[in-house]
């Protein structure tokens, strides 16, 4: 069976705090999503990788293919970033870019 | 550069009735996929369009059916509406590299 999976479900942490949030899949993919989800709904997407490390701000992304793992990091949390996170596997299928299997998201809620 | 716009934003149906629901991509973007979030079963997949076709359709009844012109926009349709039908509806556009860009959503609640 395709699946995603995240952890921690839950992350409430102090501003300021290194984040880790991570994410496993059993599918063969090539790439993977990691998506952010504000309280009003729409999501952005924040990266989208396949291989090694992509960097943004204070966000990196890392993946390892042959491991099947994939982990979003934030470095000196802000409550802004409070948000769902989710990672989201491509299944490629007859070229498709957006038919993805997402993880259940990561609910990161940051205090000042 | 106008993002992915979706209508309407919020919507409230009986059950039985039919719904439409719009996404009109990101200019030059072919590609639109759909999908619904619901608080039991997190993000799925219902199907993506590619000039005018298609390309994959997701696990979902044949009530759920959908469309895309043209001029790229697409319209998915949920017809005999259930309770269960309940959800947030996103669509997102890709030019083929395969970064998305979703749309603000459709909140549809049926009554």
């Known amino acids: 069976k395709n699946e995603v999976e995240q952890s921690p479900q839950n992350l409430t942490a102090q501003e300021g705090e290194f984040i880790t949030i991570n994410c496993s899949y059993s599918?063969?993919?090539?790439?993977l999503h990691w998506l952010q989800q504000h309280p009003g709904g729409g999501i952005v997407s924040l990266f989208m990788?396949?291989?090694g490390k992509k960097k943004h701000g204070r966000l990196i992304a890392t993946i390892n293919i042959q491991e099947k793992h994939s982990s979003l990091h934030i470095t000196a949390s802000h409550p802004r970033d409070s948000a769902v996170y989710i990672c989201a596997a491509p299944l490629n299928y007859g070229g498709s870019q957006g038919n993805l299997i997402f993880g259940k998201g990561t609910k990161l809620s940051v205090k000042p | 550069k106008a993002g992915v716009t979706q209508t309407p934003r919020y919507l409230i149906k009986t059950r039985g009735q039919q719904v439409t629901l719009s996404c009109s991509p990101i200019s030059g973007h072919r590609s639109v996929s759909w999908y619904q979030q619901t608080p039991g079963q997190g993000l799925q997949f219902l199907f993506e369009?590619?000039?005018?076709?298609?390309?994959n359709k997701g696990n979902f009844p044949g009530r759920f059916s959908g469309r895309q012109f043209s001029n790229s926009r697409s319209e998915m349709n949920v017809s005999t509406l259930e309770l269960g039908d309940s959800a947030l509806y996103l669509c997102a556009s890709s030019t083929g590299t395969g970064e998305l860009f979703f749309g603000e959503g459709s909140r549809l609640t049926v009554l």
């Open positions: 990788l396949s291989s």
């Open positions: 369009y590619f000039s005018e076709t298609q390309r």
């Open positions: 599918v063969g993919i090539s790439a």
